[in-house]
Nanobody, 125 residues
Framework: EVQLVESGGGLVQPGGSLRLSCAAS????????MNWSRQAPGKGLEGLSS????????YYSDSVKGRFNISRDNAKNTLYLQLNSLKPEDTAMYYCALPKNFGKPGTSWTDYNYWGQGTQVTVSS
Protein backbone atom coordinates (compact mmCIF):
# COMPACT_ATOMS: atom_id res chain seq x y z
CA GLU A 1 0.00 0.00 0.00
CA VAL A 2 1.02 3.60 -0.49
CA GLN A 3 2.66 5.10 2.57
CA LEU A 4 4.03 8.60 3.15
CA VAL A 5 5.84 9.38 6.40
CA GLU A 6 6.79 12.98 7.19
CA SER A 7 9.52 13.91 9.66
CA GLY A 8 11.78 16.81 10.60
CA GLY A 9 9.33 19.21 12.19
CA GLY A 10 9.84 20.86 15.53
CA LEU A 11 10.00 24.11 17.46
CA VAL A 12 12.09 26.86 15.90
CA GLN A 13 12.58 30.59 16.48
CA PRO A 14 11.49 33.17 13.91
CA GLY A 15 14.12 33.43 11.19
CA GLY A 16 15.22 29.86 11.73
CA SER A 17 15.25 26.89 9.37
CA LEU A 18 14.07 23.30 9.23
CA ARG A 19 14.28 20.53 6.66
CA LEU A 20 11.26 18.30 6.36
CA SER A 21 11.47 14.82 4.86
CA CYS A 22 8.83 12.51 3.45
CA ALA A 23 9.69 8.83 3.08
CA ALA A 24 7.56 7.16 0.42
CA SER A 25 6.78 3.51 -0.21
CA UNK A 26 4.19 1.35 -1.95
CA UNK A 27 4.48 2.95 -5.38
CA UNK A 28 7.10 3.82 -7.98
CA UNK A 29 8.21 7.07 -6.39
CA UNK A 30 10.08 8.42 -9.41
CA UNK A 31 6.93 8.41 -11.59
CA UNK A 32 4.49 10.96 -10.10
CA UNK A 33 4.81 14.59 -9.18
CA MET A 34 4.55 15.29 -5.45
CA ASN A 35 3.21 18.12 -3.29
CA TRP A 36 3.71 19.71 0.11
CA SER A 37 0.76 21.33 1.89
CA ARG A 38 0.06 22.60 5.39
CA GLN A 39 -2.81 23.24 7.76
CA ALA A 40 -2.49 25.92 10.42
CA PRO A 41 -4.64 26.00 13.58
CA GLY A 42 -8.16 27.07 12.65
CA LYS A 43 -7.30 27.29 8.96
CA GLY A 44 -7.98 25.24 5.88
CA LEU A 45 -5.49 23.29 3.83
CA GLU A 46 -2.92 25.49 2.08
CA GLY A 47 -1.06 24.16 -0.92
CA LEU A 48 2.61 25.13 -0.70
CA SER A 49 4.76 23.51 -3.32
CA SER A 50 4.90 20.98 -6.16
CA UNK A 51 7.70 19.13 -7.91
CA UNK A 52 7.72 17.10 -11.12
CA UNK A 53 8.78 13.47 -11.28
CA UNK A 54 12.40 14.27 -12.12
CA UNK A 55 12.58 17.50 -10.13
CA UNK A 56 13.02 19.79 -13.13
CA UNK A 57 9.77 21.72 -12.59
CA UNK A 58 8.85 23.31 -9.27
CA TYR A 59 6.00 25.46 -8.03
CA TYR A 60 5.75 27.61 -4.88
CA SER A 61 2.82 29.50 -3.45
CA ASP A 62 3.22 33.24 -2.94
CA SER A 63 3.37 32.81 0.83
CA VAL A 64 6.53 30.68 0.71
CA LYS A 65 8.21 31.64 -2.56
CA GLY A 66 11.82 32.67 -1.93
CA ARG A 67 11.88 31.06 1.51
CA PHE A 68 11.08 27.37 0.95
CA ASN A 69 12.72 24.87 -1.39
CA ILE A 70 11.24 21.58 -2.57
CA SER A 71 13.46 18.74 -3.75
CA ARG A 72 13.43 14.98 -4.11
CA ASP A 73 15.87 12.08 -4.14
CA ASN A 74 14.25 9.38 -6.23
CA ALA A 75 16.99 6.87 -5.40
CA LYS A 76 16.02 7.21 -1.73
CA ASN A 77 12.25 7.47 -2.32
CA THR A 78 12.29 10.71 -0.34
CA LEU A 79 10.71 14.13 -0.81
CA TYR A 80 12.12 17.17 1.00
CA LEU A 81 11.00 20.67 1.91
CA GLN A 82 13.62 23.11 3.15
CA LEU A 83 12.03 25.85 5.28
CA ASN A 84 14.04 29.06 5.66
CA SER A 85 13.36 32.48 7.20
CA LEU A 86 10.52 31.00 9.19
CA LYS A 87 7.75 33.21 10.52
CA PRO A 88 5.19 32.59 13.29
CA GLU A 89 2.50 32.36 10.62
CA ASP A 90 4.32 29.31 9.20
CA THR A 91 3.21 27.36 12.26
CA ALA A 92 1.20 24.43 10.93
CA MET A 93 1.04 20.71 10.37
CA TYR A 94 2.97 19.98 7.18
CA TYR A 95 1.95 17.16 4.85
CA CYS A 96 3.48 15.59 1.79
CA ALA A 97 0.98 14.18 -0.66
CA LEU A 98 0.51 12.36 -3.93
CA PRO A 99 -1.85 14.50 -6.03
CA LYS A 100 -4.66 13.36 -8.29
CA ASN A 101 -3.45 15.76 -10.97
CA PHE A 102 -0.06 17.18 -11.78
CA GLY A 103 0.42 20.90 -11.20
CA LYS A 104 0.23 23.41 -8.39
CA PRO A 105 -0.91 21.93 -5.06
CA GLY A 106 -4.60 21.80 -4.27
CA THR A 107 -6.40 23.38 -1.34
CA SER A 108 -8.63 20.44 -0.50
CA TRP A 109 -7.97 16.91 0.68
CA THR A 110 -10.00 15.80 -2.34
CA ASP A 111 -7.16 17.05 -4.55
CA TYR A 112 -4.94 14.24 -3.27
CA ASN A 113 -4.97 10.48 -3.49
CA TYR A 114 -2.61 9.91 -0.55
CA TRP A 115 -0.96 11.89 2.24
CA GLY A 116 1.05 11.22 5.37
CA GLN A 117 0.40 11.73 9.07
CA GLY A 118 2.04 15.15 8.96
CA THR A 119 4.88 16.74 10.90
CA GLN A 120 4.31 19.73 13.19
CA VAL A 121 6.26 22.95 12.65
CA THR A 122 5.99 25.56 15.40
CA VAL A 123 7.66 28.95 14.96
CA SER A 124 7.80 30.94 18.19
CA SER A 125 10.11 33.10 20.28
Amino acid sequence: EVQLVESGGGLVQPGGSLRLSCAASGFVFRNPGMNWSRQAPGKGLEGLSSISSGGAWKYYSDSVKGRFNISRDNAKNTLYLQLNSLKPEDTAMYYCALPKNFGKPGTSWTDYNYWGQGTQVTVSS
